[in-house]
Each structure stands twice: as C-alpha cells, then as structure tokens.
C-alpha cells in the first residue's frame, strides 16, 4: 500500500486544466484516507469554482495516477465546496505561480 505521501506524489501529475498548475499545489486536496485491509484509498477534494466544466477530468485523473500506485485496490473520492477554495489555500509554489498569472494574494 502506498503511503499518504505517495498518494499525495501521485496526485502532483493531475493539472487543473485552466490554471495549468497541479491541483495539490493549487490547495485544491482537502485529504487522503488509506485503508490498508482493504486496499481503498479516499481522496477528499474540491474544484477552483463549483462551476468548473472540467471536475471529471480532475476526477479521472485522480483515479488513474492513485489507482496505478501498487496495492490501490480501489479509489474513492469526495467532491466537497466546504470550505469554499480561496488562493490562500495554494502552497507556497503555487501562490508563487498564481502570482505570476497575475491572481491576487
């Protein structure tokens, strides 16, 4: 089973499509439950608006890179708007790359 940090590895290669930066960087993964006995991994996350044509592809990525981690048997996730995203919640990388499209801060 991979650990939290591998999952969190993992999900560094899904990209918002319309900022063009990773959605952990972007503050956008909320949490990451593993469930060892079972092989599950939960990932809890939300999208830069609850309007975002886009969240399926998020959601597809996000099976594709955890569901290749060795010993993911299965991948759940929950979409949730509570607490709303803010840029605030980007790392400090990616408050770093939204500054340089010009987001406030």
Same mark, same amino acid.
């Given at each position: 089973?991979?650990?939290?940090?591998?999952?969190? /590895?993992? &999900?560094? +290669? %899904?990209?918002?499509?319309?900022? !063009?930066i990773?959605?952990v960087?972007?503050?956008?993964? $909320?949490?990451?439950?593993?469930?060892?006995?079972?092989?599950?991994?939960?990932?809890?996350f939300?999208?830069?608006?609850?309007?975002?044509?886009?969240? /399926?592809? &998020?959601? +597809? %990525?996000?099976?594709?890179?955890? !569901?290749?981690?060795?010993?993911v048997?299965?991948?759940? $996730?929950e979409?949730?708007?509570?607490?709303?995203?803010?840029?605030q919640?980007?790392?400090?990388?990616?408050?770093?790359?939204?500054?340089?499209?010009?987001?406030?801060?």
């Amino acid at each position: 089973m991979p650990t939290k940090e591998q999952v969190i /590895e993992a &999900l560094k +290669e %899904c990209y918002d499509p319309e900022i !063009g930066i990773n959605i952990v960087d972007l503050g956008l993964i $909320y949490g990451v439950d593993i469930d060892e006995a079972t092989g599950k991994v939960k990932v809890t996350f939300t999208l830069t608006s609850p309007f975002c044509p886009l969240g /399926e592809d &998020l959601v +597809e %990525c996000i099976r594709l890179r955890v !569901g290749s981690l060795e010993g993911v048997k299965e991948v759940e $996730y929950e979409l949730t708007f509570d607490p709303p995203w803010t840029p605030q919640m980007a790392t400090e990388e990616g408050k770093t790359l939204l500054r340089l499209m010009g987001v406030p801060i």
